[in-house]
């Protein structure tokens, strides 16, 4: 079946950088787009930006130009988020989601969730 | 600071039906299909509604969406206790250029 399994917890002091993987099986993984959300505890869903796994082209919210990296490995069908110079606020759960093909932005939606990674910022 | 809007809380009795509304604007919900997402307590979202009105393989038909305008509307009739669960809103917003989702919306069953 189609799913993504993410890496483990990660607990990271300020001003570092976290690289959380999501290793997608069950389906071509060069297909979809694969988008990263977080949430903090008890906020709602905060979209960061998709990949597309085969070109490796991005787009990235405004709110992390700069700071974030989404990348892939295809041989390994992983895609990986890096998040750099990390504060508290910072700390939550980060999800992986395919985005299901569509030819274009007005029917984007996530149809597959990973289980989330839980990125801890402290000293 | 989410673009779309939702009511923080909606709650509703065992069989009864109980709407979510999500406003939103001319660059999101105006222009592109609204998808509906259901996060159930320490789980991850799951997909809900799409393309405004459609149910994944294996959503119950007692859940179900509209759009109309900048908004959009998600019901659950014959409400269970095991909707309770955080609900969201999302679409594409052309003038970011990005994936917005909305405010949230827990569900209680009374």
């Known amino acids: 079946q189609v799913q993504l399994v993410q890496s483990g917890a990660e607990v990271k002091e300020p001003g570092a950088s976290v690289k959380v993987s999501c290793k997608a099986s069950?389906?071509?993984?060069?297909?979809?787009?694969i988008n990263w959300v977080r949430q903090a505890t008890g906020q709602g869903l905060e979209w960061m930006g998709w990949m597309n796994p085969n070109s490796g082209n991005t787009g990235y919210a405004q709110k992390f130009q700069g700071r974030v990296t989404m990348t892939r490995n295809t041989s390994i069908t992983t895609a990986y988020m890096e998040l750099s110079s990390l504060t508290s606020e910072d700390t939550a759960v980060y999800y992986c989601a395919r985005a299901a093909p569509t030819v274009t932005t007005a029917y984007y939606h996530m149809d597959v969730w990973g289980k989330g990674t839980t990125v801890t910022v402290s000293s | 600071q989410s673009v779309l809007t939702q009511p923080p809380s909606a709650s509703g009795t065992p069989g009864q039906r109980v709407t979510i509304s999500c406003s939103g604007s001319s660059s999101n919900i105006g222009s592109n299909t609204v998808n509906w997402y259901q996060q159930l307590p320490g789980t991850a979202p799951k997909l809900l509604i799409y393309?405004?009105?459609r149910r994944p393989s294996g959503v119950p038909d007692r859940f179900s969406g509209s759009k109309s305008g900048t908004s959009a509307s998600l019901a659950i009739s014959g409400l269970q206790s095991d909707d309770e669960a955080d609900y969201y809103c999302?679409?594409?917003?052309?003038?970011?250029?990005?994936?917005?989702f909305g405010t949230g919306t827990e569900v209680t069953v009374l």
């Open positions: 393309n405004n009105n």
């Open positions: 999302a679409a594409w917003d052309d003038s970011l250029n990005a994936y917005v």
């Open positions: 069950g389906y071509t993984f060069t297909s979809s787009d």
